[in-house]
């Protein structure tokens, strides 16, 4: 498999960088104490075509794939988690719009998600309900020409800035199959019966809006159904079938900045005479983490590739999630080791990088459940 880009995609990873390193390094700090963001870096990043590249040109996007996706988020990671997220997680949904939605829903929605004029949002994880989605509570019930949706939802990604929420119901709670219970239901977030509460305190990636959400006799009509009724649970399967491949670009960012600034600190400080990177034990480590870094990229270039060639192999892509985000939490835990005490002061980008990691092993499936997700085309 050749793993070589092409001079278009090497201009992608070369503009979204410069963008990144222009914009992001100034502010990275101030979002992460203070858990803000300032949406004009998200419109810039609209307005320059960063946002929603996979988005086909029918709907005002570029056109191009979930890989090239992936290149622009690793760039963008990098040079600050916290950012990257808060930027390219604005269009978390549009993959299920592009996979299920009807004609018009993807012609309202997504010109606007390119434009830097809306965003979409998905939440599936309620408090009862998050590695195992089919427990999923929240009802969707059907009244006249409309859907009744009454229930709760917890750590929904922009559940206070979204335009549009795609919102996992359960339609049939008496559907012998526990995966045929659940449906996709579309709810502008402007509908009477949408409450979201910001929660504070996050870990890492604290530019990036989290929010629970209460959702109380909420009305939209029948026809914001997304995809089968019924069918929820296999196109969140779907979904995630391009998203986790999002967080294993995710990942690959983040160890990149963390082996980088783990080079540049080893060079510059000196200990007993001689630079840090001059003893083995720090070269080992950094040994480790370039081969982890390019292990996890080369996972994703071929799952990535392989999916916008209609190939869709889910354990690959487990496999992928998985391994770069554990990779990540490994060399950020490294860096901050390799920076001693500096990397515990949150000057030093190494310790927002270890609490930014964290995240990368559980949000769109655990780690652990992606390990059952490679098992299950092993051991059948
Ligand atoms: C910052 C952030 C952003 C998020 N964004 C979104 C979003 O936009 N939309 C959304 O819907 N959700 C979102 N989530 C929720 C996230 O996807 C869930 O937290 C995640 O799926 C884990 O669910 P849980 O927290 O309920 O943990 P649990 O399911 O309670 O799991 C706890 C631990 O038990 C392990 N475990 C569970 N079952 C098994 C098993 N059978 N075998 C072995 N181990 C098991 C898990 O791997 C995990 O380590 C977000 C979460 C965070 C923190």
């Known amino acids: 498999m050749d793993f070589g880009l092409n001079k278009e995609q090497q201009d992608i990873v070369a503009a979204a960088k410069e963008f990144a390193l222009g ?27 960063f946002v929603g590249i996979f988005i086909p040109e029918e709907y005002e996007g570029a056109g191009y ?42 012609q309202t929605i997504l010109p606007k998600l390119v434009a830097g004029e809306a965003i979409i949002a998905t939440a599936i994880t309620e408090p009862d309900a998050g590695s195992d989605p089919t427990g999923a509570a929240t009802t969707a019930v059907k009244d006249g020409d409309s859907w009744v949706i009454n229930g709760s939802k917890i750590f929904a990604t922009n559940g206070n800035l979204a335009d549009y929420m795609m919102i996992f119901c359960l339609t049939d709670a008496d559907n012998p199959s526990r995966h045929h219970r659940h449906s996709f239901i579309l709810v502008p977030t402007e509908a009477k019966g949408y409450e979201s509460n910001k929660l504070y305190g996050k870990m890492g ?13 909420l009305r939209v009509p029948l026809e914001n159904l ?61 040994a480790e983490m370039a081969t982890g870094i390019r292990a996890s990229r080369n996972l994703y270039y071929e799952a990535a590739s392989e999916l916008d060639r209609g190939n869709i192999d889910h354990a690959l892509i487990s496999m992928a999630k998985w391994y770069a985000g554990e990779n990540a939490v490994r060399c950020a835990d490294a860096a901050v080791q390799m920076h001693g005490g500096y990397g515990y002061i949150d000057e030093y980008k190494v310790q927002r990088l270890y609490r930014d990691a964290k995240i990368l092993e559980i ?14 085309t092993l051991v059948r």
């Not at 100034?26 to 949406?39: G, I, K, L, P, V």
């Not at 540049?264 to 840090?276: D, I, K, S, V, W």
């Not at 499936?365 to 098992?375: D, Q, T, V, Y």
């Open 23 to 49: 914009e992001f390094p100034d502010r990275a700090q101030e979002f992460d104490r203070n858990e803000t963001f300032d949406q004009d870096i998200w419109r810039k990043a609209c307005e320059l075509g």
């Open 65 to 106: 794939g979930f890989l090239e996706h992936c290149l622009i988020t690793e760039e963008f990671w990098a040079v600050d988690p916290g950012i990257g997220q808060a930027i390219l997680s604005c269009t978390f949904g549009s993959e299920l719009l592009m996979l299920f939605g009807t004609e018009g829903q993807k």
């Open 205 to 217: 990636i604290r530019a990036s809006d989290t929010a629970e959400l209460s959702l109380s006799d």
């Open 226 to 286: 997304v995809g089968k009724e019924g069918e929820g649970f296999h196109e969140l399967m779907a979904f995630f079938n391009r998203t986790r491949l999002h967080v294993c670009a995710q990942g690959v960012g983040l160890a990149k900045a963390a082996l980088e600034e783990s080079i540049r600190h080893t060079r510059g400080r000196h200990q007993f005479g001689a630079p840090l990177a001059s003893f083995q034990n720090t070269q080992f480590k950094l």
């Open 363 to 376: 949000y769109e499936g655990s780690k652990e459940m992606e390990k059952i997700i490679i098992a299950g």
